[in-house]
């Protein structure tokens, strides 16, 4: 898509150059309510779109963007009041003629007050000021993001990724082995998207309590089901020595999804030890779910046993390696 192409149609609009009808609903109106609230380090979204006038007949002389970046409209809103047809075009209000560049105004009542004729005398001098306005070639819009002034997603993508720092994001790395609701769930967690009571909490929903109800001693939130509680230190404490690793010690969930790549091992077992991780935390929030919906006790020796189990039967079914037998599968060993 090139700005460059787009024309404009302004007979249905309300006072702003890209054209939506406040009445109207749907996924246009959405995109244009997007770009009136979007700015990027003090840069609104729609000052990188600006009108390059050629025979004046398509933009809009007072609402589009074409001697700056701003639209006459709010450069001189007391003029604009006073304007007889608010939707007139460039050709209508403009003569250039051999190179003189005059204004035709065309006023509701005289212009007496200071501040008004203070803006006529602006605008007068901004546009007279200029040489060949009009010319016989079709008007049209520039991307003030690139020297070529061609508007692109891509463009526009560059441009509102420029005021957002992303260095200390977490990004998941998916787990190709294990089953896609486990990375979905594990993407979810990462992000608060789980409903844990605090979660549901935060989002205004009603709970009776946000108490943890498994260990009663903090919280239900993400980072303790998965780090402090105490069902999930002997889940960890039993999934170190299995995978013969040091003893889990986490602060966040993120800390747990990243630990593949501080513990020591490599290649398939690397790999393996990646997944158990996420699945280990699936089976506790399965756990819990049991505990919360159908009162099923929790039991951490049980947690441990169904993590190894799912991990041997989706291991043996979707990774790479399938050979592996049961009995190497509780050594953890791949070779």
């Not at 979007?38 to 050629?54: A, D, Q, S, Y």
């Not at 999934?239 to 290649?267: M, R, T």
Request: glycine share 6%; charged share 25%.
């Amino acid at each position: 898509m090139c700005v460059e192409l787009f024309t404009q149609a302004i007979s249905n609009r309300n006072w702003d150059f890209i054209p939506a009808s406040k009445s109207s609903s749907g996924v246009w109106r959405a995109i244009v309510k997007s770009m009136a609230n979007t700015v990027v380090e003090g840069v609104p979204f729609r000052r990188m779109l600006k009108g390059v006038v050629g025979d004046g007949s398509d933009i809009a002389f007072w609402i589009d963007p074409w001697l700056s970046d701003t639209p006459l409209k709010d450069l001189a809103p007391d003029l604009f009041r006073l304007e007889k047809n608010k939707k007139c075009k460039v050709k209508e209000r403009i003569s250039d003629l051999g190179g003189q560049v005059s204004v035709r105004w065309k006023w509701k009542a005289r212009l007496i007050e200071s501040e008004v004729l203070g803006q006529e005398a602006m605008l007068k001098g901004m546009i007279e000021g200029m040489t060949g306005v009009l010319s016989s070639r079709k008007d049209r819009w520039l991307w003030l993001g690139n020297a070529e002034g061609k508007f692109s997603v891509a463009e526009a993508k560059r441009f509102l990724m420029s005021g957002i720092d992303a260095s200390n994001n977490f990004v998941l790395e998916w787990c190709k082995w294990i089953p896609i609701k486990c990375n979905v769930f594990a993407w979810r967690a990462a992000l608060g998207g789980i409903p844990t009571s605090v979660s549901l909490s935060r989002r205004h929903i009603q709970v009776a309590d946000t108490i943890c109800k498994i260990c009663e001693s903090a919280d239900e939130s993400v980072d303790h089901l998965f780090t402090s509680c105490m069902v999930a230190s002997v889940v960890w404490q039993g999934i170190s020595q299995w995978c013969k690793v040091p003893n889990i010690y986490a602060f966040s969930f993120s800390d747990l999804l990243e630990l593949h790549n501080f513990a020591g091992l490599k290649g398939t077992a690397k790999k393996v030890f990646q997944g158990m991780i996420i699945i280990s935390c699936w089976v506790i929030w399965k756990a819990r779910n049991d505990l919360r919906f159908s009162n099923k006790p929790v039991n951490a020796s049980h947690i441990i046993s169904e993590i190894k189990s799912v991990g041997f039967l989706w291991f043996s079914n979707r990774g790479k390696r399938k050979s592996v037998s049961w009995e190497n599968w509780c050594k953890f060993s791949f070779m």
